[in-house]
């Protein structure tokens, strides 16, 4: 059975959403709902979802700014954006980015299940042209993967080598060196870079306030977290956001 993560800040949208998937007759499960693109985004980091339903408009982070995230991702799920507007901007935009679908509100069954099974034949098709591996990664197995995978589970907020060392039954000495031979980067130098790389998706992304960014990210100290972003990128917070906002 596929699994379908549903995006709508009105959880009674949602739960006509859910009914309407059920009622279309296709193998589909919710398996989870969020209220706003950015803890859509940071539930998908722990789990998968075969299908991402996303509004358009919403607070914090809305359908569009998640939906860009989205095909960054190395593992990408299909997308169908539902929304109240018919705009030609957001059915360009839906277009371009090569969603399946985009349904007006409120959703009928027959619209969901033509759909799903749009949805389902693309699935099928992707399975069939996957080819099996050679052989298996041996980096995929590595202690290093296993701790790249265990910090990118804790991130954004900090983690140290003997946390991580004790996740993977290595000397946190031993592991120190591993990580540089192979990363190519101290571990951490590598923790803040993915620190600030969340810090930097907040601030362009999300309405969040810098303190609140701050916290997110694993600071508790504001003027430590504005000097260490702009030690790293040259900008303060403030100064990166206004940036991106002029850019737009």
């Known amino acids: ?84 507007y018919d705009d030609f901007p957001y059915l360009q935009f839906a277009l371009r980015a090569q ?26 098709k992707a399975q069939a042209d996957a080819l099996p591996p050679a052989a ?16 990118h589970s804790a991130l954004p907020g900090d983690i140290t080598l003997q946390e991580v060392a004790a996740k993977v039954h290595l000397n946190p000495s031993y592991l120190s060196q591993l990580f540089k031979q192979q990363m190519k980067v101290n571990f951490t130098d590598y ?5 600030m790389e969340k810090a930097k998706q907040l601030l362009s992304q999300t309405t969040l306030r810098v303190s609140e960014i701050a916290e997110r990210v694993g600071y508790s100290d504001l003027a430590y977290f504005s000097n260490t972003y702009k030690r790293l990128t040259g900008m303060t917070p403030s100064e990166y956001r206004k940036s991106k906002s002029t850019c737009l």
Request: proline share 4%; net charge negative; glycine share 4%.
């Open 136 to 151: 298996v990664d041996e980096f995929e197995q590595s202690p290093i993967r296993q701790a790249i995978h265990y910090i």
């Open 1 to 84: 059975m596929s699994s379908i993560l549903l995006v709508d800040d009105e959880r009674w949208v949602r739960t006509a959403l859910r009914k309407v998937i059920e009622r279309s007759g296709h193998p589909y499960q919710v398996v989870m709902e969020c209220s706003n693109g950015l803890e859509a985004l940071e539930w998908l980091e722990n789990h998968a979802a075969s299908v991402v339903m996303t509004d358009v408009k919403m607070p914090v982070m809305d359908g569009i700014a998640l939906v860009q995230q989205l095909r960054e991702r190395k593992q990408q799920p299909e997308v169908v954006m539902i929304s109240g």
């Open 99 to 124: 969603v399946v679908d985009y349904l007006l509100k409120p959703v009928e069954v027959d619209e969901m299940s033509k759909c799903l099974e749009s949805i389902q034949g693309r699935l099928s």
């Open 191 to 195: 923790v803040l870079e993915k620190r």
